[in-house]
């Protein structure tokens, strides 16, 4: 072996692409689920321009539980996920991941990398790679340039992607363009891209808008096999897909927690029918 081979061996071996390099990896890393839950806001708010986004808002999710959140547009949920998430500082109040993970001090990467994820309403796949290179480029992995530059897919990592297709019902397309998938299929791509980086948490938005029933259908599947070993929560608006899926949940109003319970006790709910039938009411004067 001369130099420049023994030189690229020896960056190869150092380089592993199934390496996340200390400094990059938050401290205390390990999420502390010790009490049941997963997630803790506690008196958050957020205000733009005068227009309170969040109002005080209290949310507790268990950990490995599918969660429902529902309300009308301006309600709170996009920004709720925007601060969970790093993408938006809020005014005040606290967002915990676990009892030790303090998310309102941490960037939207140290976030991602302490294993919580986000799927947008839209679909952001990379329509010119293969279902399967859609997967590999969101391994959890060391993405430096030397890194990248001399990765190889490891057996573990093969079998990751594997396993993330069968769930995601995508393993016979493994080598479609992603750009040829129905759009179903790009939300279940875009599902398992999250899901190969192995999150213990995934935000989820409107997963079945668009879709077809049989898509939707499929959907309400493949989320409720997620949870149990991961937590899953969803925003969205279609009521009978939420009903299909949710045990418990959560109804935002003009940036605080309305009611919360089963989806027959929010259907009940009399703060719930007022705001939904004044609204209704409103839009049919106006």
């Keep these: 072996m001369n130099a420049i081979q023994h030189t690229v061996e020896s960056l190869r071996h150092t380089f592993r ?34 227009f309170k986004a969040l109002n005080n808002l209290n949310l507790y999710i268990n950990d490995g539980e599918l969660r429902c959140l529902i309300g009308a547009n301006g309600a709170g949920k996009t920004t709720l996920m925007d601060v969970i998430t790093g993408k938006t500082q809020c005014d005040s109040g606290s967002v915990f991941f676990g009892q030790n993970q303090n998310l309102l001090n941490k960037d939207e990467a140290e976030i ?21 290179d859609n997967l590999e480029l969101s391994l959890k992995t060391d993405k430096g340039v030397l890194a990248t530059l001399f990765s190889r897919l490891t057996p573990t990592q093969i079998d990751r992607i594997d396993d993330v297709l069968k769930i995601i019902g995508l393993a ?21 891209m999250l899901l190969v980086s192995d999150p213990r948490l995934l935000l989820i938005d409107e997963p079945v ?31 009978e897909f939420v009903r299909s ?35 209704q009411e409103e839009g049919a004067t106006s």
């Design 172 to 192: 016979k397309h493994r080598f479609m363009l992603a750009g040829a998938l129905s759009h179903g299929q790009k939300q279940w791509l875009e599902i398992g």
């Design 112 to 132: 991602a990398q302490l294993g919580i994820g986000r799927k947008f309403q839209k679909p952001t796949v990379f329509e010119e790679q293969t279902v399967f």
């Design 245 to 279: 899926i949710a045990r418990t949940v959560t109804v935002l109003h003009q940036g605080s927690v309305l009611a919360e319970g089963t989806m027959d006790q929010i259907q009940s709910n009399k703060d719930v029918i007022e705001v939904y039938l004044g609204e």
């Design 209 to 239: 808008a668009g879709m077809t029933p049989d898509e939707t259908e499929r959907t309400a599947e493949l989320l409720t096999s997620l949870a149990g070993d991961r937590t899953v929560i969803v925003v969205e608006h279609d009521m």
């Design 17 to 50: 692409p199934d390496q996340v390099w200390p400094f990059l990896a938050p401290e205390n890393a390990k999420v502390n689920v010790d009490k049941d839950i997963i997630l803790y806001v506690e008196g958050l708010n957020l205000s733009f321009d005068g």
